[in-house]
């Protein structure tokens, strides 16, 4: 099942709606005012929350429910550190985009 909401303030009425049609967990949105909303309904009705967007915050341990599918930027940077170091890679080079789509090179 997927519902829409184009306002902010219409996270409440699909979250109801959802949780009468038997929904088992919710995705979305990319609103960052949304999210923090739909955060708090779910974990209210302890159901799980999935989303998918760059959040430059730190995720927050308090929210149970959610999970964030998008890897947090310094979370994944100690990930990148610790597989060169296990690696004992004395140099390596990221191929990136940035947030404009365009490329960027570091070594």
């Not at 088992?24 to 949105?29: E, K």
């Not at 929350?49 to 429910?65: C, G, I, K, T």
């Not at 994944?76 to 090179?105: I, N």
């Amino acid at each position: 099942m997927q519902q829409k909401s184009s306002r902010d303030d219409g996270c409440v009425a699909v979250v109801c709606g959802a949780l009468s049609g038997g929904a088992a967990a919710l995705f979305g949105p990319m609103s960052s005012a949304s999210s923090t909303h739909l955060r708090s309904l779910c974990a209210a009705v302890r159901l799980p929350h999935l989303e998918a967007r760059n959040d430059e915050d730190e995720p927050d341990p308090n929210h149970y429910y959610t999970i964030n599918l998008f890897p947090y930027h310094a979370q994944l940077g100690r990930a990148l550190v610790d597989f060169v170091k296990h690696l004992q890679w004395t140099s390596v080079t990221l191929l990136y985009l940035k947030d404009d789509g365009t490329k960027d090179c570091s070594a």
